[in-house]
C-alpha cells in the first residue's frame, strides 16, 4: 500500500495559510463601534486572566515566542479553526431547522472535480482503507426532494493525511463535487478516513503536549451541500465506536453528526445513508 511522508506542520500549516489567503475577499466592514467592542472585551479577557493568574514575566515571553512560532508555521488558521471556530458556527447557525453544521476546518478546497451521482471520489489506484458506499438524500425542510443538489467531499485518507496538505497525494485525492439526481439522491463511493492528529511539530502542536492535552479528532468526513434557493451547509459525518468523538480536540461533533454504518451485502466494505434537510435562503 502506498507510504506518505507525515509532511511537517510548516508544510501543512503554509498550505492552509495559502488557501486561506487565496479565498481572501474584501476584509470585513464592521462599524468602528463594533470593532471597539469587541477588540476591547477581548483584551480585557486577556488582562483578567493575566492578573487573575498572577501571569509572570517568563510566561509573557513564552506567549510572545509562541504567537511569533504561530505565524512562522503558518498554523493561524489552524489554531483558530480548532479552538474558536465551533463558537463561530454556533452563533452563525443558530436559526438553522435543516440539518446541522460545524466547523469547516483549515483543509478545504473550492472547485473539486465535478462528477455525477453515482460517483467514486479521485483516490489512488491502490487507495488503502476500508472501502465506504456515503449515500443519501438532500431535501428542503419539509422533505421535498431538491434537484440539482451538489454534495462537495473533501477527507483524510487512511492514514490521516488530506491531499493539498501533506506530500506525495495526487491533487484532488478523497475530494470531489458530487451532483445528485434529480430526486436529490446522491451515491459516492470512497474510503474510510482515520482519526486525524493535527501536527506534533508546529506551535499547535507545542502547545498541546505543554499543556499536556492530545491531538486528535475523530475520523470525519467534511461535507458542503447546497441547492438552487436553499442555505449551504457546511458539516461534518462522524464513525460511532472512534475513541475521540468524546473528546475532539475542535470541539465539532454533535450527536445528530453520527453516521449509522453496516456491512454491505457484496462484502466491498461499508455502507451508510445520511439525509441533508436544506433551509430556505
Ligand atoms: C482537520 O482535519 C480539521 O477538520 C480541523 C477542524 C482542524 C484540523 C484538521
Ligand atoms: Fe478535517
Not at 83 to 107: C, F, M, Q
Not at 167 to 195: C, K, S, Y
Not at 261 to 272: E, F, I, P, S, Y
Amino acid at each position: 500500500s502506498p507510504s506518505e511522508a507525515a509532511g511537517t506542520a510548516a508544510e501543512a500549516g503554509a498550505g492552509a495559510t495559502a488557501r486561506f489567503l487565496a479565498a481572501r475577499t474584501a476584509s470585513a466592514t464592521s462599524s468602528q463601534e463594533r470593532v471597539a467592542q469587541l477588540a476591547g472585551r477581548a483584551i480585557r479577557a486577556l488582562n483578567d486572566v493575566i492578573l487573575e493568574e498572577k501571569v509572570t514575566y517568563d510566561e509573557y515571553n513564552a506567549l510572545k515566542s509562541w504567537l511569533i512560532t504561530v505565524g512562522e508555521t503558518g498554523e493561524w488558521p489552524l489554531f483558530l479553526d480548532v479552538w474558536l471556530e465551533h463558537s463561530i458556527e454556533e452563533v452563525a447557525n443558530e436559526d438553522r431547522h435543516g440539518s446541522k453544521g460545524t466547523i469547516e476546518g483549515p483543509y478545504y478546497v473550492p472547485d473539486s472535480p465535478i462528477q455525477k451521482s453515482p460517483a467514486t471520489l479521485s483516490m489512488r489506484d491502490d487507495e488503502p482503507g476500508t472501502p465506504l458506499l456515503f449515500q443519501g438524500q438532500v431535501t428542503d425542510v419539509e422533505g421535498t426532494p431538491m434537484e440539482g443538489a451538489r454534495v462537495e467531499i473533501w477527507q483524510a485518507d487512511d492514514l490521516g493525511f488530506y491531499s493539498q496538505f501533506a506530500p506525495g497525494l495526487p491533487e484532488w485525492n478523497l475530494r470531489g463535487t458530487v451532483i445528485a439526481d434529480d430526486t436529490g439522491h446522491f451515491e459516492i463511493n470512497t474510503v474510510q478516513p482515520a482519526p486525524y492528529q493535527i501536527p506534533t511539530d508546529g506551535a499547535c502542536g507545542q502547545l498541546i503536549k505543554a499543556a499536556g492535552w492530545h491531538a486528535w479528532r475523530p475520523a470525519h468526513l467534511h461535507l458542503k451541500v447546497s441547492a438552487p434557493g436553499h442555505q449551504l451547509i457546511t458539516t461534518q459525518l462522524y464513525f460511532p465506536g472512534d475513541p475521540h468523538n468524546a473528546d475532539d480536540i475542535a470541539s465539532a461533533v454533535k450527536p445528530e453528526l453520527m453516521l449509522d454504518l453496516a456491512d454491505r451485502k457484496d462484502g466491498q466494505g461499508r455502507v451508510t445513508t445520511y439525509d441533508f434537510r436544506l433551509d430556505p435562503e
